[in-house]
């Protein structure tokens, strides 16, 4: 079951990191939360990852309508997009498919929320990569 898309960047980490969160912000995301993964598996197991943070975005409308359909579908949102740096100095930028809300509650009336939102992800991971 695929449950995300992807896309990768030939850009390093820094710069893809901070081009997405103005990407999804064009889109109408907030972050409401930003984990760093790296840090926090380096502070709390002594180990090294390659540098990689997964965002919570939302777009507080799309939450909302959600809400009003689903009184617990809180317990699916942020939506996640992580921005992974790669081996070959590329980065990988995952996000989740919205469409998973509707598939885990079972609840076809979030399929017109989560199609917007995944219209409005799709958009922002698509402008991280030049059109040739």
């Known amino acids: 079951m695929s449950y995300g898309t992807t896309t990768t960047v030939d850009q390093p980490f ?10 999804l912000k ?3 995301f907030g972050i409401l939360t930003e984990i760093d993964m790296a840090a926090t598996l380096k502070a709390k197991l002594d180990v090294d990852i390659a540098p990689q943070v997964i965002l919570g ?4 409308p799309l939450a909302h309508r959600a809400l ?5 579908i809180g ?4 939506c996640n997009v992580v ?6 100095g590329r980065t990988e930028v995952a996000a989740i498919d919205p469409q998973v809300m509707v598939t885990l509650t079972g ?3 979030l399929a017109a ?17 030049p059109t040739t």
């Open 14 to 23: 820094g710069p893809t990191l901070a081009a997405v969160k103005d990407a």
């Open 26 to 28: 064009a889109q109408g």
């Open 57 to 60: 975005a939302c777009n507080p």
């Open 68 to 72: 009003q359909v689903e009184d617990q």
């Open 75 to 78: 317990l699916l949102l942020p």
């Open 83 to 88: 921005v992974r740096s790669l081996p070959d």
């Open 107 to 109: 609840n076809a009336a």
């Open 113 to 129: 929320v989560a199609d917007e939102a995944a219209d409005r992800l799709g958009a922002a991971l698509r402008s991280l990569v």
